[in-house]
């Protein structure tokens, strides 16, 4: 059952091969068999799992069943989940549990999904490889010495290992993107706005956004219809009407306008990566689709504008975390200042700091104009970029991250080579377009993937684009041996 999509589980629940309570037994067992070589979960929900799926084989039997009635679904473990610890990766909130749920989890719920668990993920959000996680790093399946990518890496690991049907991530600077590449899955961020935020613990406000991480680009559009929607407790949630993503699916793509960016193909692309995404755009071709060379000047800025915006957000939203009201708080303090400084060193962690240092930094009396207000100018002429393309294109494709999966410990110490890691994501996040990532072949026995970048609120166009390809191929169909 693990090999399928949850389309395919769909369909099976509703024909009665089997029930959500067999099928969600199933995942929580491979879970426990297979999780401790990759350390995808943080928390294990089985008891809430079971309920759920018992609940879910009721309304099967009624015949009022949603395509995600009955499906386990992980949550990556930065969305509030009422009475589960909500941890972010931090030992700040290791003694959190939310006495709400996120919107996302709500409409999840609504949807029929069976909570499988919480995912391992970077602190607060915060890295490019799932290493600065207190729960320890994720491996990635298709070769336990390397990483999955971050900050979803537990998400895109948990998919890509077949112990998670799916799983829900964030995406700041790439971070369901360049796992979902890393780990050879489907990886959708959203415009920004088009999912409630609310309940989603921050770390830069302006450019976070929720998605699915999935096994194809059918089943990211049956989790975004059911997961998409106006929120009134988000005040950048848009109010826009949410299509059937699944009815565009099968449209035809013949003549499609492709952007090929020039700078993404640079000296920093390694040749396999290159080829891969060179081989898949043939594909495009085949299909009838027309590649058109086109430029995007400002997006070498794209990461220095990046880390000026990102940590001076993250800065201002990390503020709460102070050891009086919920989360770490140091044991026996001498007064408040010491309270203050104990709990936040002690509860944070490295790359946590350091950003929040460089924000605070940046955001500081005389340096605001110099770096923050100039980094919003230059996130401006990034995001014009994308609009003058998307009067010539219907979507943009490139390669989703410059190398394949590196070794664990490798770029640790050296956080500039970490951050260029999402050197072709982060002006998506900026610009607040959609993008999706979906694996299109192998360089040295490590996934590649493909990212379609497209126009503000046109999730349909590129999942139809990345659904077509899929059609044609079965790259998203290979499964790591050691977990098939």
Known sequence: MHNKTIAELSTGLKDKQFSSEELTRHFLDRVKRLDHKLNCFITLTEDVALEQAKRSDKILQNGDAHPLTGIPVAQKDIFCTKNIKTSCGSKML?????????????????????????????????????????????????????????????SAAAVAARIAPAATGTDTGGSIRQPAALCGVTGLKPTYGRVSRYGMIA???????????????????????????????????????????????????????????????????????????????????????????????????????????????????????????????CDNPANLEDLYKRSRGEGFGQEVKRRIMIGTYALSAGYYDAYYLKAQRLRRLISNDFSAAFKKVDVI???????????????????????????????????????????????????????????????????NAAHQYQLVTNWHRQIPDAFS
């Open 203 to 329: 770390f830069a406000s302006s450019l976070d956004q929720a998605g699915p991480l999935t096994q194809s680009a059918e089943d990211a559009a049956i989790i975004l219809s059911a997961m998409a929607g106006f929120d009134t407790r988000d005040s950048t949630s848009t109010d826009i009407a949410v299509p059937d993503y699944t009815s565009t699916l099968a449209n035809n793509i013949s003549g499609l306008k492709i952007g090929i960016p020039k700078e993404y193909f640079s000296n920093a692309l390694e040749s396999g990566v290159q080829s891969a995404v060179q081989d898949a755009l043939k594909e495009y071709e085949k299909l009838g689709a027309k590649l058109i060379d086109i430029e995007l000047p400002n997006s070498g800025l794209s990461v220095p504008t990046y880390y000026v915006v990102a940590p001076a957000e993250c800065s201002s939203n990390l503020s709460r975390f102070d050891g009086v009201r919920y989360g770490y708080r």
């Open 397 to 463: 494709m490139g390669p989703t991250t410059p190398t394949t999966a590196f070794k664990i410990g490798e770029k640790t110490n050296d956080p500039i080579t970490m951050y260029l890691s999402d050197v072709y994501t982060i002006a998506v996040n900026l610009a607040g377009l959609p993008g999706i990532s979906i694996p299109a072949g192998f360089s040295d026995n490590k996934p590649v993937g493909l990212q379609l970048i497209g126009n503000y609120f046109e999730e349909a166009k590129i999942l």
């Open 94 to 154: 290791d003694n959190f549990y939310s006495p709400y749920d996120a919107t996302v989890i709500e409409k999840m719920s609504d949807a029929g999904a069976v909570l499988l668990g919480k995912t391992n993920m970077d602190e607060f959000a915060m890295g490019s490889s799932n290493e600065t996680s207190f729960y320890g790093p994720v491996k990635n399946p298709w070769d336990l010495h390397t990483v999955p990518g971050g900050s979803s890496g537990g």
